[in-house]
Antibody, heavy 121, light 113 residues
Framework: EVQVVESGGGLVQPGGSLRLSCAAS????????MNWVRQAPGKGLEWVAN????????YYVDSVKGRSTISRDNAKNSLYLQMNSLRAEDTAVYYC??????????????WGQGTTVTVSS | DIVMTQSPDSLAVSLGERATINCKSS????????????LTWYQQKPGQPPKQLIY???TRESGVPDRFSGSGSGTDFTLTISSLQAEDVAVYYC?????????FGPGTKVDIK
């Protein structure tokens, strides 16, 4: 079964750090772009970052640029999001999402159940 | 950044009737080199992650019922549910993947009348 499973969320104080993980299975992880998308409580979807198949390209939304780093370990079939200097507005469910293969790599076709990040004192 | 807007914010449709959701991008998401529109639609039910329905503006994802269809080109797009079923109650989002940052519309909530 093709799936991605997020972990690493939790309660963190403003200014703190957190590392989210996404474990992929059921597909050739190294062939796909991977994404992080977040959803604040009661709000819509916001794309956060993505990374290409070998990790040589990364893109970020401006609101996390300089504070977050997306990375991957293809040997471990895992995606990561290191988040630093966390703010209250980073509170959200964070989803890991797979990009389709080929030229449609930025189409997100498989999503995890999400992991919740709460930034509060 | 490409800004995505959707209309209406919400709609209520009787079972078996048609639901139409509009999505507009602030700039064209049509790539003239391949004549493809970089636009996708998702369905999100309460407490669940988004599920992809349509990509390339009109290509239905495998397993998605054929009552869901997408149309449009350039900056104006439509998701149509031809005969609304109870299980279609959800929020629907459009999203462009023409350029980063990838951006979503604000969502349209679909309910049963």
């Amino acid at each position: 079964e093709v799936q991605v499973v997020e972990s690493g969320g939790g309660l963190v104080q403003p200014g703190g750090s957190l590392r989210l993980s996404c474990a992929a299975s059921g597909f050739t992880f190294s062939s796909h772009w991977m994404n992080w998308v977040r959803q604040a409580p009661g709000k819509g979807l916001e794309w956060v970052a993505n990374i290409n198949q070998d990790g040589s390209e990364q893109y970020y939304v401006d609101s996390v640029k300089g504070r977050s780093t997306i990375s991957r370990d293809n040997a471990k079939n895992s995606l990561y999001l290191q988040m630093n200097s966390l703010r209250a507005e980073d509170t959200a469910v964070y989803y890991c999402a797979r990009g389709r293969t080929g030229s449609s790599g930025w189409i997100m076709d498989v999503w995890g159940q999400g992991t919740t990040v709460t930034v509060s004192s | 950044d490409i800004v995505m807007t959707q209309s209406p914010d919400s709609l209520a449709v009787s079972l078996g009737e048609r639901a139409t959701i509009n999505c507009k991008s602030s700039q064209s998401v049509l790539d003239s080199s391949n004549n493809k529109n970089y636009l996708t639609w998702y369905q999100q039910k309460p407490g669940q992650p988004p599920k992809q329905l349509i990509y390339w503006a009109s290509t239905r994802e495998s397993g998605v019922p054929d009552r869901f269809s997408g149309s449009g080109s350039g900056t104006d797009f439509t998701l149509t549910i031809s005969s609304l079923q109870a299980e279609d109650v959800a929020v629907y989002y459009c999203q462009q993947y023409y350029s980063t940052p990838l951006t979503f519309g604000p969502g349209t909530k679909v309910d049963i009348k």
